[in-house]
């Protein structure tokens, strides 16, 4: 002998409670799609990030090499005391 009212009844209120959840999800679906439509709405105020490296001037990597020659020659200072 099955228990068939028992199971039923709980499948019946899990379809009822999926259907409330339903309908509130196309209500904020269709909000979110007339702000979507709203001319003149605001957009995000962070600009896009760029990706890659930041590319360097020529004062820059002037700078760059002056302090890696110091930063090597110390190095090898170093090594040749050892």
Known sequence: M?????RSLDLNMTIRAL???KRRLERAIAALEELDRTPGRVRAAFPAERRGRKSMGAAERQEVSARM??????RRGIEQTA
């Open 2 to 6: 099955k228990r068939v009212g028992k």
């Open 19 to 21: 259907h409330v959840v």
């Open 69 to 74: 020659r110091k930063y090597w020659a110390s």
